[in-house]
């Protein structure tokens, strides 16, 4: 390509400025809205793909904060139970709101109280900044159990919703909670995807390598910080939401524990700190994984080998399967799925 | 992968798995599929497999030496689920519609919080959860829930049943004016069920309540005993379940609560809770709508024809009999007298969940029918309606000597005219939230699909 010499300097060429949409995503877009659901059943649209594309949310809700924001945060599964709770309090209380506007306000609540919890942020990093959140993911836990107005005075403290009032539709079906989750799922992962490549991404990218250098260069490192955990607490309050209501149907704050923060963690880690695909990634291997292992190791061994050992089995090789993945590639699998796409795009040279 | 041999060995692996010619667990379309969801590891383990060792004793007795229900089989099969309503859920979905032909009559959930995860999905696959000593109590009200079995003993009838052993040991009941019951629970959907009911007879009869939280698994309890001691109560009412009731034990020793002054409810009282608190742990008392022991005639049945020809699910035959392996050979027999009580209206075939409801909603199991299936004893008679899902609601008391259990009072009848009330007005207020419509007494299409 040869560059117009007579044009001016300041004008961007307009070779560079061409951002071409692959083919990847619309067929990625098209598979997910139009075949799964004309092929798949119900148990793989409620049991398959919805609790793996909640999880890639809430994952995409953590990697903004501890992979592009630098800031290690185990209070996930709080922020998860604030949108929960939330919703249902709004859909309880406010009676006419229907659930999209219901799930949004939710993640907003769970943004201010993200950004309260990331005040710290300010002062503490890295390893003590994880010990504040889980002070946050604590106090949340005992916040929904020690005060019944949260779950409506119910006797046993689970929140549900009666319907899923999507502006007038019931999404209650299996179908309907699929796309809902989808929908939302698309839309916030499109928002996060921008986020990262703008300015604010590049700044807390900044933020993460070296926050030092970002303050000295001018960056507001305090406020992108508390931005950062008030981007993230949005993201997995409407992750949490979408987990009680369109998945499990009813929820208590056993699900929003410090086992879930973990698991989100997990996923990030597994997946790719720091990558938006490698949520995916992430989900797929933490939530389906398992559920994979379980079915093959079942149809081999179920009925010669003892019930609880199997499932000890099923443990180790999913833990043999981490650290061999992390040694592999310890910036997680979305790095070598990169790397192998790369090395493809040399094909047929030595690769 | 640098060597070849390796490479060969992962590929024959790989080819292995996919290439299984080991036979898999399935069904025959003859048969009655029946999912165990099931917790055999994690903190609720060590209660866990006595109970599917109880069941699938049971249901292998049926199936081998009674040749089925009618001649219909069971299938049985487990998945794991680690006590996790999440994972229950997920199993659900998986086994809902069956399996090679055979199909689901019923739901075991194995635990309440799964039990209330489900009670929506049970009603929109009419799939009946079936969940004795436990489940969602409103749903004892069969009008309003006719797919949710709180089957024998709902947690209402626990606390009242507690309450009325309480007052027996004061001398009446308006002994009971002005003395402290506190009850420290396990904090989830399990622990809080009661609070309704011991608010409700604490107006009643003048007793003073107080409620304390336990998280989640409770391995560490310092601080709740500790509060317990500040208020010096009369009765402890201890609402725990695995590993947080032994510690519980231990830890009010520590504090000097006495044993003899604590009484577990139905799940707070097996073998696993007591013999690792040790020497604290003697003068205990727990709710037993089902009682330890090996003495009844099923087990001699059993002993006779599974346990001694090493056919048993159990690991360890000394626990032949404990009150977690009563409790799965309680669940068992249920399930099948209610299949039976179905078969007289559908023939002799599996049924399905529709079918399954009509049947659970028609059990019937009297004196004369407990002594011919050998539990007269070990289960009370029982008889359920569409609008009653508990159908039983008593329960003696049994003491723990250090060494095994020891039934100490004949059966207490729970005070259900009290709290019927009570039940029903939050079953109605689900009704309303729901917009259910109460189904009248006895409709139930009753066809097969």
């Known amino acids: 390509m040869t560059l117009d010499v007579s044009r001016e300097y300041d004008v961007q060429p307009l070779w560079l400025a061409d951002r071409k949409i692959g083919w990847g995503v619309p067929l990625l877009l098209v598979l997910t809205f139009v075949v799964i659901p004309l092929l798949g059943n119900e148990y793989w649209l409620n049991a398959i793909f919805v609790p793996f594309l909640i999880l890639s949310l809430a994952g995409i809700g953590l990697n903004l904060l501890t992979g592009y924001a630098g800031q290690t945060s185990l209070g996930s599964g709080g922020f998860m139970a604030v949108g929960a709770f939330a919703t249902f309090s709004l859909v309880t209380h406010v009676k006419f709101i229907s659930l999209p506007p219901a799930l949004f306000l939710a993640g907003l609540i769970a943004g201010l109280v993200g950004l309260v919890f990331g005040i710290p942020s300010g002062r503490i990093k890295g390893f003590y900044l994880m010990v504040s959140s889980l002070a946050a993911q604590f106090f949340l836990e005992w916040v929904f159990q020690k005060f019944p107005w949260f779950y409506n005075y119910g006797s046993s403290g689970t929140i549900s919703l009666p319907r899923l009032d999507i502006f007038g539709f019931n999404g209650g079906s299996s179908i309907g909670r699929y796309y809902l989750t989808l929908v939302i799922v698309v839309a916030l992962t499109w928002v996060a995807a921008n986020l990262v490549r703008s300015h604010v991404g590049r700044n807390w990218m900044a933020i993460r390598d070296m926050d030092t250098a970002a303050a000295v260069i001018g960056i507001p490192v305090d406020r992108y910080k508390i931005l950062a955990f008030a981007v993230s607490s949005f993201y997995l309050g409407i992750a949490g939401a979408l987990w009680a209501f369109a998945y499990l149907g009813a929820a208590s704050v056993q699900s929003f524990g410090i086992a879930r923060s973990f698991q989100i963690i997990f996923i990030i880690i597994i997946g790719g700190m720091g990558s938006i695909t490698g949520n995916f990634i992430g989900a797929a291997f933490i939530s389906l994984l398992p559920l994979a292992l379980d079915y093959t190791v079942q149809s081999i061994f179920s009925g010669h080998v003892d019930a609880g050992l199997l499932q000890n089995i099923q443990k180790a090789i999913f833990g043999f399967l981490i650290i061999w993945f992390l040694i592999k590639e310890p910036d997680g699998i979305a790095r070598l799925v990169k790397t192998f796409g790369e090395r493809l795009s040399a094909w047929p040279l030595r690769f | ?449």
Do not use: C
Request: charged share 25%.
């Open chain 2, 1 to 449: 992968m640098r060597s070849f041999l390796l490479k060969t060995i992962l590929a024959a692996a790989l080819a292995g798995t996919t290439l299984s010619v080991l036979p898999a667990a399935h069904s025959a379309p003859g048969e009655q599929y029946v999912p165990l969801p099931t917790y055999r590891v994690g903190p609720y383990a060590s209660s866990g497999t006595l109970w599917w060792a109880g069941e699938r004793d049971y249901f292998r007795y049926i199936n081998e030496v009674e040749g089925g229900i009618d001649g219909v089989k069971l299938a049985v099969e487990e998945f794991e689920t680690e006590w996790s309503p999440d994972r229950t859920v997920e199993v659900y979905e998986r086994i809902k519609n069956g399996r090679d032909g055979s199909p689901v009559a019923f739901f075991f959930t194995h635990g309440t919080p799964a039990s209330y995860a489900l009670i929506e999905k049970g009603a929109a696959d009419k799939i009946p959860l079936i969940d004795p000593a436990g489940g969602r109590t409103e749903s004892t009200d069969g009008k309003v829930f006719p797919y949710a079995y709180p089957l024998l003993f709902n947690y209402y009838s626990q606390a009242s049943v507690g309450i009325n052993y309480i007052a027996q040991k004061e001398g009446g009941f308006d002994k009971l004016k002005g003395k402290k019951i506190v009850t420290v629970y396990h904090d989830s959907a399990y622990g809080r069920e009661t609070q309704a009911a011991v608010e409700l007879l604490a107006k009643k009869y003048g007793f003073e309540n107080f409620q304390i939280p336990v998280a989640d698994p409770g391995s560490e309890q310092s601080p709740q005993w500790r509060q317990v001691r500040e208020i010096k109560p009369d009765w402890v009412f201890l609402r725990t379940w695995g590993v947080s009731t032994p510690v519980a034990i231990k830890t009010a020793a520590r504090f000097g609560v006495p044993a003899d002054r604590i009484i577990g409810d139905v799940w707070a009282g097996s073998e696993a809770d007591v013999i690792p608190a040790g020497a604290a742990a003697k003068g205990y008392q727990a709710l037993a709508p089902y009682p330890g022991g090996a003495n009844f005639e099923i087990h001699e049945r059993l002993r006779k024809s599974i346990l001694d020809t090493g056919k048993s699910d159990l690991k360890d035959p000394k626990f032949f009999g404990a009150v977690y392996y009563n409790i799965g050979l309680i669940n068992a027999v249920l399930a099948v007298e209610a299949l039976r009580t179905g078969h007289t209206k559908f023939g002799n075939r599996p049924l399905n969940g529709e079918e399954g409801r009509w049947a659970f909603e028609h059990l019937e199991i009297d004196d004369a029918r407990l002594k011919k299936i050998g539990f007269l004893g070990l289960l009370q008679p029982i008889k359920l309606s569409p609008s009653d899902h508990e159908g039983g609601g008593a329960a003696r008391i049994q003491q723990w000597d250090g060494e095994k259990w020891n039934l100490v009072t004949d059966w207490i009848q729970a005070d259900r005219e009290t709290l019927r009330p009570l039940i029903e007005a939050k079953s109605a207020a689900y009704a309303k939230e729901h917009g259910i419509t109460p189904s009248d007494a006895g409709k139930t299409t009753g066809k097969a699909e």
